[in-house]
């Protein structure tokens, strides 16, 4: 397989220009002006690959390679363009230039595909806009439906719905919905975000099934009042309370019996935020993730019973906000099969792997067989500016992106 790395690591430089952050770091929030001109210029490049392109009402991409039986359901990969706040620039465009450049390599080799191959450009994979991440799969899978053009909202209180149609993206969110089966398989290539390959000196790995992921808010009112006339006897100091429900979350997670068990408060905001006046109210934002959707289950039970049990004692009001919990994923044995004979043509070494953050295939199981493709990266780094992933890594990645498409879009 003949992949032309100059030109997919040329192409990575320069989408990663398309930033409101300065340079290493990229910031790229989904239908801001910066998200709008990466998607023009993500949609140049297909066009001059000569693939046809759709856009649906949230903004999902989805550009197609025409295979000889376009009657049968094609085959496709992808990932998202978005960057949360001073991100790298290899999180998702990995899998979306890479399967680019998987696409064209098989053609420029003269591969003609029974079933048609398409590239899909996921709207909103990071949770920066809404809350919640996975927006756009979210809907392709109906695991959102389109009451989310109303419910979900931007930080600044604007509407799914109001934001989408001022980017230009229109039309009824309930016809993003596809059937499972729309696609024969559902393929995504991204780094690992983590340090295992990098660690154990394996280029690829295959992803045998992703975490359930849960996000919640837990908003404690207490009682305010100044820092020095009111004694500790008469005290519900909000932030205290916080404190030891932080501690016990973390207990929580550390004690479920699992160490694919993780849980992260990263979200602490104190009312009024004043030195001299006693917290009234703090609001957590909890991250909670399991490869056991029961076991993440019954520890989100656990930190409810210790937030009451909490309130309780300290004699203060609590409310838990549910923002998702969603099931783990698991990938298809058939396209776990598929990848694993392409790394042998390969000649790359290759190991099973768990995927610990969440990404589009989590929904996408709902519409195909998936599965994911997985690249070392610098020290497990990811979110941060210093995100690094080599060459060498990026074209093992490619090339075996490209065997499975090929494979995978055989009409048998
Ligand atoms: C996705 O970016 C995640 O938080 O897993
Ligand atoms: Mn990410
Ligand atoms: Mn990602």
């Known amino acids: 397989m003949k992949v032309d790395a100059e030109r997919l690591g040329h192409e990575i430089d320069e989408l990663a220009t398309i930033s409101a952050a300065r340079p290493p770091a990229v910031t790229r929030v989904v239908f801001t002006e910066e998200d709008l001109r990466a998607r023009a210029w993500l949609k140049q490049r297909c066009a001059d690959a000569g693939m046809a392109v759709r856009v649906d009402a949230v903004g999902n991409t989805f550009f197609r390679w025409e295979g000889s039986r376009p009657d049968l359901p094609a085959v496709a990969t992808g990932s998202h363009i978005d960057a949360i706040p001073n991100a790298g620039r290899f999180d998702g465009v990995v899998g979306v230039l890479g399967g680019l450049e998987a696409i064209r390599s098989l053609r420029e080799g003269g591969f003609q595909p029974e079933r048609s191959i398409e590239l899909i450009q996921f709207t909103a994979e990071e949770p920066t ?3 919640v991440g996975c927006v756009g799969s979210r809907l392709l899978a109906g695991v959102l439906n389109a009451d989310a053009d109303e419910k979900l909202r931007g930080g600044d209180g604007e509407t799914l719905r109001a934001v989408r149609t001022k980017a230009g993206f229109d039309g009824d969110l309930a016809t993003v919905r596809l059937p499972y089966g729309y696609y024969a398989a559902f393929v995504e290539s991204h780094i690992e975000q983590g340090p295992i ?8 790995g295959i992803v045998t099934n992703i975490v359930g992921p849960s996000s919640f808010f837990i908003t404690i009112d207490g009682e305010g009042g100044h820092a020095g ?15 030891e429900l932080i501690v016990r ?8 019996g699992s160490t694919d068990t993780v849980a992260t408060v990263g979200i602490c905001e104190v009312h009024p935020g004043a030195i001299n006046s006693i917290p009234s109210r703090v609001k957590l934002g909890v991250d909670l993730r399991d490869t056991d959707g029961k076991r993440r289950d019954r520890v989100l039970n656990e930190i409810r019973n210790a937030t009451e049990e909490i309130a309780q004692q300290r004699q203060l009001q609590t409310s838990i906000q549910v923002l998702n919990a969603d099931e783990p994923a698991t990938s298809s044995p058939q396209v776990l099969a598929a990848i694993a004979r392409s790394c042998l043509e390969e000649g790359l070494e290759s190991r099973r792997i768990v995927a610990r953050a969440y990404h589009d295939s989590s929904f996408m199981v709902h519409v195909a067989p998936m599965a994911m493709i997985f690249i070392p990266c610098r ?3 990811s979110h941060r500016p210093d995100e690094h992933a080599t060459m060498e890594h990026i074209v093992a990645g490619v090339k075996v992106l490209a065997r499975t498409l090929a494979e995978l879009s055989s009409a048998h």
């Open 197 to 204: 390959l990098e660690r154990e000196g394996i280029p690829i």
């Open 379 to 381: 020290g497990g780094v």
């Open 129 to 131: 806009r809404f809350g």
């Open 229 to 243: 006339g009111v004694l500790m006897p008469d005290r519900h100091d909000a932030l205290c309370a916080a404190a």
């Open 249 to 256: 979350i973390e207990g929580t997670a550390r004690q479920s």
